[in-house]
């Protein structure tokens, strides 16, 4: 018996390839109504796509500090549909709708959006698109020396301070730090804090040891105090290193 007999429509080659998923990592754009709402493609079929949407814009009507809201909006702002901007080089552009949204299920308590791709993907596309990101090699990070404490800022152009933090260890491109206080609610400090490089400082008392900025990657703990990651750049200099523990030899 022939391979396909018993099938009264056999899959073509494309349309089998058709429901393949693949992670990635790739910046887009989605642009909708008068939003161009910035995010990562996270995962990625010839017909769909998921977007971590990075930071939802101000939304008429719509309270930013409300998670569901803010997806209502956005969903609203896309009822007409969508064109997925993936910013790669020789970038590609495609029209699409969107069926799926979650509330904070992003890896930054962000909303994560379903795209209905209007047409596949070519193969083209899909060769320069469907890249599975390396792995991240976490940094090992050293405890902070207990007799030469420092703090790290969270500014804003705008407000100014945003929140301040202990640091408890560091790396020369990432920190570890605790906050504490009244205002330590995980959920408020990641709106507060958003998902996007923000000015931040390092200081020992009246001394400035650091100035750069800094993302808030991840936030651990339901109370006080709530720990986070923190990546930085530039690299820790040694006024900061010095306050860090020698590295132990095996």
Not at 202 to 226: F, K, S
Request: proline share 11%; net charge positive.
């Amino acid at each position: 018996m022939k391979a396909d007999e018993g099938q009264e429509n056999p899959p073509k080659p494309t349309e089998r390839r058709a429901g393949r998923r693949q992670r990635i990592d790739c910046p887009v754009t989605l642009h909708g109504g008068r939003l161009a709402v910035s995010g990562r493609a996270i995962n990625l079929s010839r017909q769909g796509v998921a977007v971590d949407v990075a930071e939802v814009p101000p939304l008429d009507g719509v309270d930013p500090r409300d998670p569901v809201a803010r997806v209502r909006g956005l969903q609203q702002a896309f009822v007409g549909g969508v064109v997925v901007q993936f910013r790669v080089p020789q970038e590609v552009r495609i029209p699409a709708k969107l069926v799926r949204f979650g509330t904070g299920t992003g890896e930054h308590g962000t909303p994560i959006l379903g795209m209905r791709l209007a047409r596949a993907l070519a193969d083209d596309e899909w060769a320069r698109l469907a890249i599975t990101p390396p792995e991240a090699v976490p940094q090992r990070l050293r405890p902070v020396r207990k007799h030469m404490p420092f703090d790290l800022s969270l500014l804003d152009p705008v407000q100014g301070l945003l929140a301040r933090c202990s640091v408890t260890a560091g790396a020369p491109g990432s920190l570890d730090v605790a906050f504490t206080g009244p205002r330590t609610d995980p959920a408020l400090l990641r709106e507060r804090l958003g998902t996007a490089p923000r000015p931040a400082r390092i200081d020992a008392g009246p001394e400035i040891l650091w100035i750069g900025t800094a993302v808030v990657r991840e936030l651990h703990g339901a109370t006080n105090p709530v720990t986070a990651r923190v990546e930085i750049a530039p690299a820790l200099p040694g006024s900061v290193l010095s306050r860090l523990e020698t590295p132990r030899t095996p």
